[in-house]
């Protein structure tokens, strides 16, 4: 049996779960690798799926906006494809899976090339007999070679379907069952609003109404509007969610992390994994920033999204690599390789080296010449082989605009 995808949702899974194995779904030109996300991803709301013919597509193919199925689609190096993008051709027939925006822009997640007659629905299960099953409002015949995964089917599970439309009908080739028993998901978020016997949580894709009842554990903090909290819920066939447990944790006035700076626009930076809004009230403070860059963030929570009170920059392309001999050390001070080299109380010293050991120094260059260590590492055997990579800069065009 494949290896499917992660569940996303509760009916996402399903539909995935049958659509796309990970050895099938490549990057636009990298295995597995998505690019940078468009801008409109941090006013993405909502995730919707429908099958379509290629209209148009841009000359390159990637990136760009193609037509399908009389929508317009942006498509970039985020987007994942069962084939080769260059293999889709205008008519070919295609399901896309795309966030939708709020002014309306499908930005395109996944394009999966179909054949024709291919169907591919998600439904809850109604009837089921020797021949047939009704899933949803559909009617699938079952053949022998129809395989069946996931929980003993029962009317009232979920089940994901691909099939083939011939004149009999819908012919089914996979179904993927699973118990609306054991049907739960987890999300992170944010209380928007609450009201008795329910609650809205604003995840990270879409805000949520999570049902709150007698059985409902609620645990940590006294619960709030704009507190963050974790969801484990029940979906029901009628799929709504029921919440078995809530970790409530106050919103902090600030958080603080650190990483390298990925990418940088006028409203926007995103500093590892984490997207930080930029406004006119920011202080950006260090060296010029440009992408590759260590930051390290202060940040307040908002409904928006963290929004950056202080950054401090650290310039990886100021720094430079000293390989040698301890020649001397005296408290603050290092001789290394015949260049005299100043450590402070923010140096890391690994290793423990002493005079006469083999070295690596990263070291940055101050205004009046003298150098100051990042890091001062002992290299094992005598000779640069386990010491610590220096970064390679990544800047780009345009980098390095407050």
Avoid: C
Wanted: aromatic share 6%; net charge negative; charged share 25%.
């Amino acid at each position: 049996m494949k290896r499917y995808a992660k569940l996303l949702g509760v009916l996402l899974v399903i539909l995935a779960l049958i659509m796309t194995t990970s050895s099938q779904v490549m990057a636009a030109g990298n295995v597995n690798a998505p690019g940078p996300w468009p801008k409109a991803f941090k006013f993405a709301f909502g995730i919707t799926s429908f099958s379509g013919t290629v209209e148009s597509q841009p000359e390159e193919v990637v990136p760009g906006e193609w037509v399908i199925a009389g929508k317009k689609v942006t498509v970039g190096e985020w987007t994942r494809f069962n084939v080769l993008p260059t293999s889709i051709q205008p008519g070919d027939y295609v399901q896309v899976k795309a966030f939708e925006s709020k002014d309306g822009e499908l930005i395109a997640l996944l394009i999966i090339k179909l054949n024709a007659n291919e169907v591919r629905f998600v439904g809850v299960i109604k009837e089921i007999n020797d021949s047939y099953w009704v899933v949803g409002e559909k009617t699938v015949l079952i053949t022998a070679e129809t395989e069946i995964h996931g929980g003993t089917p029962d009317v009232g599970d979920y089940a994901g379907v691909l099939a083939q439309e011939t004149e009999e009908g819908l012919v089914a080739e996979h179904i993927v069952v699973v118990d609306a028993a054991r049907t739960t998901v987890h999300f992170p978020g944010v209380i928007r609003s609450m009201d008795e016997g329910s609650w809205i949580i604003a995840s990270p894709r879409t805000d949520r109404k999570v049902i709150i009842n007698e059985e409902t554990s609620i645990e940590g903090d006294q619960p709030d509007v704009g507190d963050r909290v974790k969801v484990w819920a029940t979906v029901t066939p009628e799929k709504e969610l029921i919440a078995t447990r809530i970790i409530v944790r106050d919103t902090p006035s600030e958080v603080s992390f650190k990483g390298r700076i990925q990418e940088m626009a006028e409203d926007h930076w995103i500093v590892g994994r984490q997207m930080v809004l930029i406004t006119p009230d920011t202080v950006i403070e260090g060296d010029d920033p440009n992408i590759g860059d260590v930051a390290e963030v202060w940040a307040r929570p908002t409904e928006d999204g963290l929004v950056a009170n202080r950054i401090v920059v650290t310039s990886l392309q100021q720094y430079s690599v000293i390989r040698g001999v301890v020649e001397a050390h005296d408290n603050d001070i290092w001789v290394i390789a015949g260049q005299t080299i100043k450590a402070t109380a923010d140096t890391k010293i690994i290793r423990n080296p002493q005079v006469g050991d083999m070295v690596v120094a990263v070291v940055h260059t101050e205004a009046d010449g003298t150098l100051i260590a990042r890091h001062i590492t002992k290299v094992p055997g005598g000779d640069s082989e386990g010491a610590p990579p220096m970064p390679t800069p990544r800047p780009r065009p345009g980098a390095g605009k407050r």
